[in-house]
């Protein structure tokens, strides 16, 4: 079956600028993570989401980062006013439970001139 | 606060080698451990998932260990190919309402031909 698709793949973006990513979980899995990888590290939490809400959104920076899951399936994170700080591999998963193994998706790669 | 630690950054090992690759973490109280490969530009494709009451898996040529009061795992990989090559990742979750995943940063194999 299909796996977790991101969209877009890739996205070049000014500072200041607003940006929205978004995920395509797989069918039925009804728990969603973000995450972000900067070059050279591992992947950081940022928010969980189990169905519509936001269970855990401890990791996000700061409140320029939003996310949003208003069905309980595609999620979309959305990014005001972009840093230079925030260029990045922004890492979608699910997994049908909560604590089950995590799927991921490709990954939006963000780059702010 | 959790951390995770991967050792070597890099190795290289000519085609046929088995290997040993290491992951430590500070908090001995997880849920489950996770086996993931990144290939370059690409998302994490998961390998094996260990839960925490379990010592060890196995999928083809490869087995993960896991002694969760040492705080340690490994991933062996049998008879190693070139198509091996990858940036492989550990990571931890501490279970609760979130099963959120804290990650080394990842050993980076080169298998030659």
């Known amino acids: 079956g299909a796996g977790v698709s991101q969209t877009p793949s890739n996205k070049v973006t000014e500072k200041g600028k607003y940006v929205e990513l978004r995920c395509d979980p797989i069918s039925g899995h009804t728990a969603l993570y973000w995450y972000r990888q900067s070059l050279g590290q591992g992947p950081e939490f940022l928010i969980y989401?189990?169905?519509?809400?936001?269970?855990?959104d401890s990791g996000l920076p700061n409140d320029r980062f939003f996310a949003v899951r208003p069905e309980g399936s595609v999620s979309t994170l959305k990014i005001q006013r972009t840093e230079r700080g925030d260029s990045a591999v922004y890492l979608c998963?699910?997994?049908?439970?909560?604590?089950?193994?995590?799927?991921f998706g490709p990954g939006t790669r963000l780059l702010v001139l | 606060k959790q951390e995770v630690t991967q050792i070597p950054a890099a190795l290289s090992v000519p085609e046929g080698e088995n290997l040993v690759l290491n992951c430590s973490f500070t908090?001995?109280?997880?849920?489950?451990l996770q086996w993931f490969r990144q290939d370059p530009g690409k998302g994490l494709t998961s390998l094996l998932l260990?839960?925490?009451?379990?010592r060890e898996q196995t999928s083809g040529r490869l087995n993960a260990s896991l002694d969760k009061s040492s705080g340690r795992s490994t991933l062996y990989i049998a008879a190693s190919q070139p198509g091996d090559s990858a940036t492989y990742l550990c990571a931890v979750s501490g279970g609760g309402a979130t099963n959120k995943l804290i990650f080394g940063t990842g050993t980076l194999l080169a298998v030659q031909p």
């Open positions: 989401f189990q169905g519509t809400g936001a269970a855990d």
């Open positions: 998963a699910s997994s049908p439970l909560l604590g089950e193994t995590q799927y």
């Open positions: 260990i839960q925490s009451s379990q």
């Open positions: 908090d001995s109280a997880i849920y489950n």
